[in-house]
T-cell receptor, first 113, second 116 residues
Framework: DQQVKQNSPSLSVQEGRISILNCDYT??????FLWYKKYPAEGPTFLIS?????DKNEDGRFTVFLNKSAKHLSLHIVPSQPGDSAVYFC????????????FGGGTRLMVKP | DAGVTQSPTHLIKTRGQQVTLRCSPI?????VSWYQQVLGQGPQFIFQ???????GRGNFPDRFSARQFPNYSSELNVNALLLGDSALYLC???????????????FGQGTRLTVV
């Protein structure tokens, strides 16, 4: 059973517009959530994280929103740039599991110039 | 500062063989985790080590083993390789271990293992 799901395998967005990537989770013990970006032939790169005590966290063009009641989080990228084209992974952790991360299947974002 | 380094970057093994993958964490990081990423899927947790002790293990068979050395580097061993073990193996390091702050894990570039 997938505890973290990214239901959209791909997303195409025009440069300058907003990209919204979604993630759902089922395990109510998860209390920390992270987004990673991955280019081909590279390891995942940490982007932004959010604790379950918050509902929003911003870092430059990236904002993560957390809706605990819906067990849903989203990553907003504004404005989107061609260099943002990559696979984005949502990951979650339960506090008593240290940094053991449970990943979603990823969403491939394509930003068109 | 150097990031997480993994070696080798690529290797090809035959079914039934054994393989050892290596990882050096970011300087000062004491926790190392291993993940397996099969094509088209997200990374799957294999092991976590903190202060040289195993702190977590994912749903992988006993053919998979790991250890962490006094300098916090780590090795992942896989015995009796199967075709299905072909994947990208990722090592991640983090500053802290259990329950402290955010578990931001920083990943290496991975080792691409192909079993033929």
């Amino acid at each position: 059973d997938q505890q973290v799901k990214q239901n959209s395998p791909s997303l195409s967005v025009q440069e300058g517009r907003i990209s919204i990537l979604n993630c759902d989770y089922t395990n109510s013990m998860f209390d920390y959530f992270l987004w990673y970006k991955k280019y081909p032939a590279e390891g995942p790169t940490f982007l932004i994280s959010i604790s379950s005590i918050k509902d929003k966290n911003e870092d430059g063009r990236f904002t993560v929103f957390l809706n605990k009641s819906a067990k849903h989080l989203s990553l907003h990228i504004v404005p989107s740039q061609p260099g943002d084209s990559a696979v984005y992974f949502c990951a979650a952790s339960a506090g008593n599991a240290g940094n053991m991360l449970t990943f979603g299947g990823g969403t491939r974002l394509m930003v068109k110039p | 500062d150097a990031g997480v380094t993994q070696s080798p970057t690529h290797l090809i093994k035959t079914r039934g063989q054994q393989v050892t993958l290596r990882c050096s964490p970011i300087s000062g990081h004491k926790s190392v985790s291993w993940y397996q990423q099969v094509l088209g899927q997200g990374p799957q947790f294999i092991f976590q080590y903190y202060e040289k002790e195993e702190r977590g293990r994912g749903n992988f068979p006993d053919r998979f083993s790991a250890r962490q050395f006094p300098n916090y580097s780590s090795e992942l061993n896989v015995n009796a390789l199967l075709l299905g073990d072909s994947a990208l193996y990722l090592c991640a390091s983090s500053l802290v271990g259990l329950g402290s702050g955010g578990p931001e894990a920083f990943f290496g570039q991975g080792t691409r293992l192909t079993v033929v």
